[in-house]
């Protein structure tokens, strides 16, 4: 195996496996300009091959209709294997500017090259990716179908572990650039991660998180909206001692989801007491049976529960069970996201609806915009939409 083919195996690993949708070929990440890691940056032979035989696409020595040299030519020129020449055809292939004719070789399409753009996601175990699989795949699916309209490459890569994100994210830029990252961060991570599209000439947009101190768009949820919509409903069903169950991990969402449901509480006078919110690091704590069970066991327990994240609600619905609470009879339940399992729990919960996919699409939307030098707003927000079913009911 020759020495570069070598090496990039290294970084893929050391990185994660990438989950390629546009292609299974892992070369659908390659492709800036070599300028932009710097003239000594170590450069993948593949790469070179490639934004060389893109230049003199470009240059118009290799023009529309005419043949691009040959896997046996590629290997003769430029002193590689057969794989690393087939490595950068698959490329120029699937970036549409050369295509294949049956026994003739490849040749020139007169197209523009696609776009590669990898939507990163920070700090997910692959147990939160199973439990939450349902809003991933809404996610990609919305930034997939702004993908096909823009005819560019897509790739979704994990990153594991959230401090140690920067890093990795520089490593593999520098063996597979990209045009364009969509950022979905859980949890706490090294902010420094965010600045590095910058310092490569590389736009960028942050789903779901706006960190302090930085210019990168951000696209949201409507999360002080929706914790709002929550308390509204159980108020005017004439609760007034209304628990709330939380994730504290510091993301935009838990954050203003929390300031809306307590702005709504003030609007009508009731205040929160702390014994009345209980709280868990994550949503994919192994803590969230016993946060549910701090407010269930109170002396004077909540006659609702408002929960900001579905997952959380479904530990409400067992605790109450345990505790021969029936809902909505002597608890009701109000919770956010509107996961695929909320209509079918029983009974179905009333929750407040963020489309994923309506979130991935605006961001991939603002991605492009970014790319074209257009103007974008810092932050966006995506609405939400209260749902009401059979968890919530008048107090008793």
């Not at 492709?31 to 003239?39: N, T």
């Not at 339940?333 to 695929?340: A, G, L, T």
């Amino acid at each position: 195996m020759a020495h570069d083919d070598r090496r990039a195996m290294r970084t893929r690993d050391a990185v994660a496996d990438p989950v390629a949708f546009a292609s299974s070929s892992p070369a659908m990440l390659a492709g800036v300009s070599r300028s932009r890691r710097g003239a000594s940056a170590y450069v993948p032979q593949y790469v070179r091959i490639r934004d060389e035989i893109s230049r003199r696409i470009e240059g118009g020595e290799l023009k529309q209709g005419e043949r691009i040299p040959s896997l046996r030519e590629m290997c003769d020129e430029f002193g590689v294997s057969s794989i690393t020449a087939r490595r950068a055809l698959l490329d120029l292939l699937n970036e549409g500017i050369v295509e294949r004719r049956g026994g003739l070789g490849a040749f020139v399409t007169g197209m523009r090259r696609r776009a590669r753009i990898a939507v990163v996601i920070i700090g997910y175990s692959e147990s939160a990716w199973r439990q939450n699989s349902g809003s991933f795949g809404q996610l990609v699916g919305g930034i997939a179908s702004s993908m096909w309209e823009h005819e560019a490459l897509l790739t979704v890569l994990p990153v594991n572990d959230p401090m140690t994100a920067a890093t990795a994210l520089r490593q593999l830029l520098h063996d597979q650039p990209v045009d364009g990252l969509l950022f979905r961060v859980a949890g706490d991570v090294d902010w420094r991660v965010v600045d590095i599209p910058a310092e490569q000439e590389i736009g960028a947009v942050l789903i779901k998180r706006t960190p302090p101190g930085t210019g990168v768009p951000a696209v949201l949820s409507d999360a002080r909206t929706a914790g709002s919509a929550a308390a509204e409903h159980l108020v005017a069903l004439g609760h007034r001692r209304i628990g709330l169950l939380s994730a504290t991990a510091s993301t935009d969402t838990y954050r203003d989801h929390k300031a809306g449901f307590v702005e709504a509480l003030d609007r009508h006078g009731i205040r929160i007491g702390r014994e009345l919110v209980s709280t868990v690091q994550s949503v994919f704590d192994e803590d969230r049976k016993a946060a549910a069970e701090r407010l269930l066991e109170l002396d004077e327990r909540p006659t609702a529960i408002v929960c900001n994240a579905d997952f959380l609600a479904l530990d409400v619905y067992e605790v109450a069970a345990a505790h021969g609470l029936r809902i909505p009879q002597d608890l009701s339940v109000v919770s956010f996201d509107d996961m695929e399992f909320a209509q079918h729990l029983q009974p179905p919960l009333t929750t407040v609806r963020l489309s994923y996919y309506d979130l991935g699409r605006a961001a991939a939307a603002t991605l492009f915009r970014v790319l074209e030098g257009d103007e974008v707003p810092t932050v966006q927000e995506i609405p939400v939409e209260l749902i009401i079913r059979e968890s919530t009911a008048p107090v008793a």
